[in-house]
């Protein structure tokens, strides 16, 4: 640039001397100028390699610190990742942890549940204290170590009353007996079954749930109680085993007679058995009348008439034979009547063999109407019951809802055999029918000839 700026200072010079110097003159001053500037160049070149060494050192000092804080940043960044990865790993452990904890408390209770499910009647109250001492870990301020201890106590008992199971244990405990009275006394476990012998030796059976808090015992029969009383004794004894745990004898002793399950149908109970027991009256009654119905065929009828001082006898009975009387009656009368006489016999025979059979068939449509009339009235007693004492004890409302279906069965079970036996009798009397009005028709030609 100042080589530059000399040649342009050396032409104006040059432009300036012009008329005054001659040409030698002038190229002589200009390589005078010339030599004068390229040796300024030559020292500021010079001066400027110079000054360019130490920059260039420092510049690559500066590098070599650039490149040894770039591998300490690396560093400590690989480190911070690590340790996140180290604190992360650390909290999923400790979530892992927290989750494990929380199902084996789960599971802990849910054993505990478990095991006090599983206690044969009886059995309880040797494990009470220890069922108590867990829950109150629970419901108290305590740690969550003294929580597990008191889990794996129960964990504890429970393993050991498997290992008793095997060969029977005993335990002392309380029953009530027959008379309601409670009894104490010890308690031999072999397995769900438990057999029960009082303290005085004066009674012996099995315990079976009951509805209170306190077992119930239950003698089969007398052979029963002395067989338990040996098995205290330490005598080998067979004796009756109940695989249904006390079930079926508690079922056994709420079977109610058939009075007792008429009584808990209620009031309506009672048209519903006056009909049933009408209709079956009426039923027996009828088909006894319709066997005792013996119809003459022809030849045999004009038999009778040709001997008409000859008594009917035992051979028709019933409305036959006042049909027949009725026939036979028939020749003595105007002619012009007769045919009036004939209509009247038949329907006063049809009227004689179709009596009571509408009892049946009302019997048959009342019954059911008097069944749902009753599961009316005991579904009303049911809902009042559960407004006033809510839905929760089933006992309290099982009158009504005894009432509603008992009275059903009961208005099914009169209806259903009345329809058939009135389907039965109707079918007799239509068949009877039919051969009297054949008859008829029979007496009718010959009356007209």
């Known amino acids: 640039?100042?080589?530059?700026?000399?040649?342009v200072v050396l032409l104006f010079c040059s432009c300036g001397f012009a008329g005054a110097q001659t040409l030698e003159e002038t190229l002589a001053w200009s390589r005078e100028e010339l030599t004068a500037e390229r040796k300024e160049l030559s020292e500021l070149r010079d001066l400027v390699v110079d000054e360019k060494i130490p920059i260039a050192r420092e510049l690559r000092e500066i590098r070599e610190k650039l490149v040894a804080e770039q591998?300490?940043?690396?560093?400590?960044?690989?480190?911070q990742e690590g340790g996140s990865f180290a604190v992360d790993q650390l909290k999923s452990r400790q979530s892992n942890a927290s989750e494990l904890a929380v199902y084996l408390a789960n599971q802990a209770i849910r054993f505990r549940q478990n095991f006090e499910a599983d206690l044969v009647v009886g059995e309880r109250f040797s494990y009470a204290d220890t069922l108590l001492?867990?829950?109150?870990?629970?419901?108290?301020?305590?740690?969550?170590?003294?929580?597990?201890?008191?889990?794996?106590?129960?964990?504890?008992?429970?393993?050991?009353?498997?290992?008793?199971?095997a060969g029977g244990s005993q335990?002392?405990?309380?029953?009530?007996?027959?008379?309601?009275?409670?009894?104490?006394g010890a308690a031999i476990q072999f397995g769900p079954l438990a057999f029960f012998k009082g303290a005085g030796d004066e009674i012996a059976g099995n315990l079976a749930e009951s509805e209170s808090l306190q077992p119930q015992l239950i003698s089969l029969?007398?052979?029963?109680?002395?067989?338990?009383?040996?098995?205290?004794s330490g005598e080998e004894i067979a004796i009756l085993v109940d695989p249904t745990l006390g079930q079926a004898a508690l079922i056994q002793q709420e079977t109610v007679s058939l009075f007792e399950h008429l009584t808990l149908g209620g009031f309506w109970m009672i048209p519903i058995c006056l009909f049933g027991l009408l209709a079956l009256m009426t039923s027996i009654f009828k088909w006894v009348e319709i066997r005792r119905v013996s119809l003459p065929s022809i030849p045999e009828f004009e038999k009778l008439r040709e001997q008409p001082g000859e008594s009917l006898g035992d051979q028709y009975r019933g409305g036959s034979k006042r049909l027949v009387a009725s026939l036979l009656a028939i020749k003595d009368t105007a002619p012009e009547i007769q045919s009036a006489e004939l209509d009247v016999a038949y329907q006063e025979f049809k009227f004689y063999m179709t009596r009571w059979l509408p009892i049946v068939a009302l019997t048959a449509g009342v019954s059911p109407l008097l069944g749902l009339l009753g599961t009316v009235t005991g579904m009303i007693k049911t809902f009042q019951l559960i407004s006033l004492f809510g839905a929760g004890d089933a006992k309290l409302l099982s009158s009504g809802i005894s009432e509603a279906l008992i009275t059903t069965e009961f208005g099914l079970m009169v209806a259903i055999p009345a329809l058939l036996m009135h389907a039965y009798?109707?079918?007799?009397?239509?068949?009877?029918?039919?051969?009297?009005?054949?008859?008829?028709?029979?007496?009718?030609?010959?009356?007209?000839?």
């Not at 109707?426 to 008829?440: D, E, M, N, P, T």
Request: charged fraction near 25%; hydrophobic fraction near 45%; glycine fraction near 6%.
């Open 171 to 184: 335990f002392e405990t309380e029953a009530v007996s027959g008379e309601g009275v409670l009894v104490a």
């Open 425 to 449: 009798l109707q079918r007799r009397v239509k068949k009877i029918l039919v051969g009297s009005a054949h008859l008829l028709e029979q007496v009718s030609r010959g009356v007209s000839t």
């Open 221 to 232: 029969n007398e052979d029963h109680t002395a067989a338990v009383r040996g098995l205290f």
């Open 71 to 79: 591998e300490n940043k690396r560093q400590l960044d690989a480190q």
């Open 1 to 7: 640039m100042r080589f530059l700026s000399a040649w």
């Open 133 to 165: 001492a867990t829950d109150r870990t629970f419901f108290g301020d305590t740690r969550p170590i003294e929580q597990a201890e008191a889990q794996w106590t129960v964990i504890e008992a429970a393993l050991d009353r498997l290992e008793s199971l």
